[in-house]
């Protein structure tokens, strides 16, 4: 379906075909026209699917500019898809002049609350800082006509249930909700079961949101072996744009050290930087200043990041679910993508039950061998001399210097000592990395069925304590103490909802 069969205001039209966009992607093509029915709606799908413009456009169409309340609210898991949800639809709603305000922890309320009385329209945040704003009455939803729950799952996991009910319990009864999450736990249905009206359920499957085009290896290494392991992995595959996952902040700030003293360009995110920090970090992966990206799960949930070629899982994650979540940033739009995971001997039971959700093997990946490592780093620095040929047009500075060489040293000799001089051996630089606590070693069955959740819901206690600590972090980030009401029961009472699902089985 092409966006122009769509209903949508002209100017909408004009800013979608100005970001170069024609056809709509599935979900697109079958939530916009429910949810401008004004129907409450459940979209499945994961990110990259084009979620953001399937409820964003409708929203920009529905929202009337000669009034000044906020209309619509969006509630994102983390800041990040927060940031990224207001770009867009400022992007999509720019010639309408639709307002659209981003709040969010970690950064200076005041400043939220002075953008919040220029009136904007669609008010886009993460919960607790929505419903720190909702306390103290700069966030007024009396004329809130739609809710839109983004990667509602992922709010699930971090633990903001509690929050989201408080929001929905203080908007009016009269309103439209719709729901988007890439699963649909019990959690999740009991929400809609509780504050959607008989919702319409568009469930998206695809071959993109397969791994199908996602090649998947792991490397057996003990926690000490897998940084050299690692920075000789990228001397042979010579990733373009790579995301490497560290389960805790310290390790991503070490593996960012490390990388940096080795002559990699990389970077670092995680829930401790400023705002400001890691908006600037993620502007420069994304415009392709920087080839490698250092990050925590929870910061790097909800980013829309395209052209990502490798990922690498430094540590494996002990939530299979989170696996999927990572690698599912490569492999993109028809592109191929490689994952490489580390895995210390005690953690295999994790590569199994991992694999029982994707039901998929990983394939093993030997470490390098000092010859290919060689052959990698000689094609790099052939093709840098190729570049500085095609691009350098001042190179005639050094012919005097050239002529004096030449006279002197052969032409054989002269690219030896550059080459011995161009490459060096990165473990001459030595980085250490402090070891985690391992996972506890996990005994896993082979069946295919039954392993998705285990770990995050009544698996083993050091799976529970490490989910609780990283649900505690990101909820103290984002609060900063703003108190939470207790009216929840406004909209209890309703019956059992009848959910009326539609599916894509496109292949």
Do not use: W
Request: glycine letters at 6%; hydrophobic letters at 35%; aromatic letters at 6%.
């Amino acid at each position: 379906m092409k966006f122009k069969e769509l209903d949508l205001d002209p100017r909408l039209l004009s800013a979608v075909d100005e970001a170069g966009f024609e056809e709509t992607t599935p979900i697109q093509a079958q939530t916009i026209p429910l949810v401008m029915t004004g129907a409450d709606v459940i979209g499945q799908a994961q990110t990259g699917t084009g979620k953001t413009a399937a409820f964003g456009l409708p929203l920009l169409n529905a929202v009337d500019t000669q009034s000044s309340d906020i209309q619509a609210l969006i509630i994102s898991p983390t800041r990040e898809l927060a940031i990224q949800t207001q770009e867009e639809l400022y992007r999509l709603g720019k010639e309408k002049k639709v307002k659209v305000q981003s709040v969010y922890g970690g950064s200076d309320i005041r400043r939220q609350i002075r953008a919040l009385k220029n009136h904007p329209q669609i008010v886009v945040g993460t919960p607790g800082r929505m419903l720190d704003h909702i306390n103290r009455h700069t966030l007024k939803l009396h004329n809130v006509k739609t809710v839109v729950l983004d990667e509602a799952d992922e709010m699930l996991d971090m633990g903001f249930v509690e929050d989201i009910e408080s929001i929905l319990s203080n908007v009016p009864n009269k309103h439209q909700t719709l729901l988007f999450s890439a699963t649909m736990p019990k959690p999740i249905m009991k929400i809609a079961d509780k504050f959607m009206n008989e919702p319409e359920v568009v469930k998206i499957k695809s071959k993109e949101l397969t791994a199908d085009k996602i090649e998947q290896y792991f490397v057996k290494a003990r926690d000490y072996e897998k940084f050299d392991l690692m920075t000789r992995l990228f001397d042979v595959q010579a990733p373009e744009l790579a995301l490497i996952f560290g389960r805790t902040k310290r390790r991503v700030d070490e593996l960012t050290r490390g990388l940096q003293a080795r002559g990699y360009n990389a970077e670092g995110i995680h829930g401790d930087l400023s705002q400001d920090k890691r908006t600037s970090v993620l502007r420069k992966f994304k415009a392709g200043k920087l080839d490698f990206l250092v990050a925590t799960d929870v910061a790097a949930r909800g980013l829309d990041i395209s052209g990502v070629s490798h990922v690498y899982n430094y540590d494996i994650p002990q939530d299979p679910d989170s696996y999927v979540h990572r690698i599912g940033r490569t492999g993109r739009a028809g592109h191929s993508g490689v994952s490489v995971t580390f895995v210390t001997p005690n953690e295999m039971g994790y590569l199994r039950t991992i694999e029982n959700l994707t039901k998929k093997r990983m394939e093993p990946l030997a470490p390098p061998t000092d010859k290919e490592v060689l052959k990698g780093q000689l094609e790099s620095v052939k093709q840098d001399i190729k570049d500085t040929l095609e691009h350098d047009k001042h190179l005639d500075r050094f012919d005097s210097a050239v002529q004096e060489l030449l006279a002197e040293y052969s032409p054989e000799d002269i690219a030896r000592i550059f080459l011995s001089e161009s490459i060096k051996d990165a473990e001459t630089v030595p980085v250490k990395i402090a070891p985690e606590r391992p996972l506890p070693s996990r005994k896993v069955s082979h069946s295919r069925s039954g392993h998705g959740r285990r770990g995050r819901y009544n698996g083993h206690r050091g799976g529970n304590n490490d989910h609780r600590r990283r649900r505690n972090n990101d909820r103290r980030d984002d609060k900063k103490g703003g108190k939470r009401r207790e009216n929840d029961n406004k909209r209890h009472g309703r019956s059992k909802k009848s959910f009326k699902i539609r599916t894509n089985l496109e292949k």
